[in-house]
């Protein structure tokens, strides 16, 4: 099995990459892709780039000239749910765009949301509790994906409104909408690094290492558990 992960920023996936015991590497689409192995699973890494296009077309090329068998989208993100907190994370049971027309459901996929593999999900809980300092604190739930970043109280109540999502980020729908097309499991992942709202800039600024590095360790602890 090939396992592809994808981060927006270099800070989601520096960690992996330290760990990786690199192969090769192609550089395409304004990035790098990683070919090799992280406790002896067989990965290919990339920073896909901020945005729903970049994000797109670096699962299509992981999932296709790649050769990954599932895509697995690791990061950051702003808190949307109730109760959620500060590098709280959120393992997707389904991801959609907060910014899409419904008319666009005319047209295929036919669909608003993806849903993602439950195999790979009950994964990452086993990961997650290996991490002591989560301490239970990591929750299943809809992600909502868009060309924007919600630092607005009123935009983030938008969007809850339409959407009730556990959290709200700039990829992982995109990411969801390519493994859907090419038949492959997919997840995304995310730790909260702000909660979507009139301070979302400077609490973004506080906890975005802390938050990018969460989780990829939760993707170390998956490669590591993995059969």
């Known amino acids: 099995m090939v396992w592809g992960i994808l981060g927006a920023l270099d800070a989601e996936i520096a960690l992996i990459r330290e760990q990786m015991t690199i192969e090769r590497q192609e550089d395409r689409f304004g990035t790098t892709f990683y070919f090799g192995t992280v406790h002896g699973k067989s990965i290919v890494l990339a920073c896909c ?27 950051i993100a702003g808190a949307m749910k109730a109760g959620l907190h500060m590098l709280d994370v959120v393992i997707s049971e389904e991801a959609g765009f907060h910014d899409q027309d419904s008319v666009m459901l005319n047209y295929y996929p036919h669909r608003a949301f993806f849903p993602a593999d439950a195999q790979l999900a009950a994964l990452c809980d086993r990961a997650c509790a290996q991490i002591p300092r989560l301490d239970g604190k990591y929750i299943h739930g809809r992600i909502v994906s868009g060309d924007q970043f919600v630092s607005e109280t009123t935009a983030k109540h938008s969007i809850n409104e339409r959407y009730a999502p556990a959290c709200v980020e700039m990829e992982g729908a995109a990411i969801a909408h390519a493994a859907f097309m090419y038949e492959k499991p997919y997840l995304v992942i995310r730790t909260m690094s702000d909660a979507a709202d009139d301070d979302a800039d400077e609490t973004y600024d506080n906890f975005i290492d802390e938050a990018a590095k969460t989780s990829a360790e939760i993707i170390l602890h998956m490669l590591a558990l993995a059969e």
């Open 49 to 75: 780039g901020v945005g729903k296009v970049n994000a797109a077309v670096c699962a299509a090329y992981v999932l296709g000239t790649g050769g990954a068998d599932c895509v697995i989208n690791v990061g």
